[in-house]
């Protein structure tokens, strides 16, 4: 089963074991099927990505941890997935025996996915979850323009036109920014394709 050997080491690695058929449970909620980017595929570049650069992490459990949570609760009409995520992390971590301390700092890292909070208020495992989650955007122009379809595909219920402005924003935002990644790893990594990338998918569609 997908990534069952670093599933258990992860949480070994907390002191304590995984609650029984979470595993599955949460392998099942990635592979919903009105998903098309917020798949497997999307948790296992994560953790490949995050592998490069584990030495990183002040807590690597942890924010391996947050990143298998950070989408397991996906529903594109939904605006409350990341607090939904982080929820149920916080509570398989309590029902498995983990520390107060540990549950509730892999909730925060969860929640730190909603993007929406300045890098200077986050802890250095936080922005590294950020950049994991963001790495999409500086990967291989076929696989950033394959992300774009796939974002795209999840969101077919919504009409071309709204969806090209909503994207347009979100795109704009990520070009707008200082840094788009504020790991010096991911930045110089990936910072400058990604910004091709961006520049390159708004140009295309006439966003610009």
Known sequence: MFA?????????????????GLHAELVEAWREKTRHYHTLQHLEECLASFER?????????EVEL??????ALYDVR???NEERSAEWAHAALRAAGAEIAAAARVRELVLATRHGVESAALTPDARLVIDVDLAILG???????????????????????LFRT???????GFLARPRIFTTDAFHAER????RENLARALAGRELL
Do not use: N
């Not at 599933?7 to 029984?20: D, F, K, N």
């Open 4 to 20: 069952a050997a670093a599933w258990e080491s992860t949480w070994h690695a907390l002191g304590v074991r995984p609650p029984a």
């Open 53 to 61: 650069v584990r030495a990183l992490a002040k807590r690597p459990a």
């Open 66 to 71: 947050a990143l298998w949570f950070h989408d």
């Open 78 to 80: 939904r605006h409350d």
């Open 139 to 161: 990967a291989p122009r076929e696989r950033f323009d394959e992300y774009e379809a796939q974002i795209r595909a999840e969101y077919a219920w919504v009409p071309e036109f």
């Open 166 to 172: 909503k994207r347009r924003e979100i795109l704009a």
């Open 191 to 194: 910072e400058a394709r990604a």
